[in-house]
């Protein structure tokens, strides 16, 4: 069984800074792309970040200058580092992982319970 334990949400202020953390464990062979989603309300769940087990990252054009994914491949961890956050990045971050249980086993996702990101006066 593979787990995704997100940490690190809470509440900001406008213009703040928060971290989010994700570990992944279990039975796990190898873990490729790694990666931030997040979901408010009637909205679908949208891509914030990115990043493969090779370092590339993407990121949303609406974070892209605020927000730095990062991953510690020994440690199956991937990281999420938010500045200057805004109203509108208020949602339900999401860990997701691409990973492969066992040798032969064929690459599938997985996703975390989800974090809850306030950013509020």
């Keep these: 069984q593979v787990q ?3 940490s690190g949400g809470g ?4 213009g703040g800074s928060l971290r989010l953390s994700c570990a992944a464990s279990g039975s796990i062979f ?3 792309a790694m990666g931030w989603y997040r979901q ?4 679908q769940r949208e891509l914030v970040a990115a990043i493969t087990s090779g370092g590339s990252t993407n990121y949303a054009d609406s974070v892209k200058g605020r927000f730095t994914i990062s991953r510690d ?3 199956n961890t991937v990281s999420l580092q938010m500045n200057t956050l805004k109203p509108e990045d208020t949602a339900v971050y999401y860990c997701n992982a691409q ?6 086993d064929v690459l ?3 996703w975390g319970t989800g974090t809850l990101v306030t950013v509020s006066s």
């Design 30 to 32: 190898n873990i490729n």
């Design 4 to 6: 995704l334990v997100e």
């Design 108 to 110: 599938m996702g997985y």
């Design 99 to 104: 990973i492969r249980p066992r040798r032969w």
């Design 40 to 43: 408010t309300p009637g909205k």
């Design 73 to 75: 491949n020994g440690k």
């Design 11 to 14: 509440l900001v202020q406008p």
